[in-house]
């Protein structure tokens, strides 16, 4: 898949399956593979920690975001608030490679 019609980050994102379903939030981080990403509040795992007092960590059960497959999550339009597919609209087609920009399929507004 095309870079342009991935999930970015500061996305804001809708999950549509797994616990979290019906949960929006905000991509953190888009992992290398493009597949997966980390979305704020989302798919809160418990990590055990040990102390280590040279690095200040005290230790003890941390909340963590866990990765989520990008196929279980669609963009929100910040433009029309609905979840949406991304769509490409080619800006300038004159130059290589060409200008394009991600745009709502519902409202057609720029996602960018
Ligand atoms: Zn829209």
Redesign the pocket.
Known sequence: MASTTSIRKNDQVYVLRGRDRGKTGRVLIVLPDRKRVVVEGIQMIKRHTRPNPQKNIKGGIVEKEAPIDVSNIAIV?K??N?R?RIGITVIDASVKPRRVERT?R??G?SLD
């Open positions: 339009c433009n029309c609905k949406t709502c519902k409202c507004n």
